[in-house]
Nanobody
Framework: QVQLVESGGGLVQSGGSLRLSCTVS????????MAWYRQAPGKQRELVAH???????LYADSVKGRFTISRDNAKKTVYLQMNSLEPEDTAVYYC?????????WGQGTQVTVSS
């Protein structure tokens, strides 16, 4: 059974940085496409970035140049480095593992950016 645990969220001032982590247990991490999504209050969940293995990445236009997704297959962990954070980045951030036509979500971690 695949399970995901996220960490690293919190409160940060505008212009600051945070790094989110998502560690996977179960399954074969190296074949999973890993993604970060976010959902702001009153809005739909949206894709932030995803990464395959080997490291092919894709970013939402709103975060290009500010966020970096990376993975460590040995640690079965995916990261989201978020720089130059803006109040509009405030949301619950979710990690998702995609493999063999399946998707498994983490529980989410809150990111709040104050102006």
């Amino acid at each position: 059974q695949v399970q995901l645990v996220e960490s690293g969220g919190g409160l940060v001032q505008s212009g600051g940085s945070l790094r989110l982590s998502c560690t996977v247990s179960g399954g074969i991490f190296s074949i999973m496409r890993m993604a970060w999504y976010r959902q702001a209050p009153g809005k739909q969940r949206e894709l932030v970035a995803h990464i395959t293995s080997p490291d092919s990445t894709l970013y939402a236009d709103s975060v290009k140049g500010r966020f970096t997704i990376s993975r460590d297959n040995a640690k079965k962990t995916v990261y989201l480095q978020m720089n130059s954070l803006e109040p509009e980045d405030t949301a619950v951030y979710y990690c998702k593992a995609e493999f063999v036509l399946k998707g498994v979500w983490g529980q989410g971690t809150q990111v709040t950016v104050s102006s």
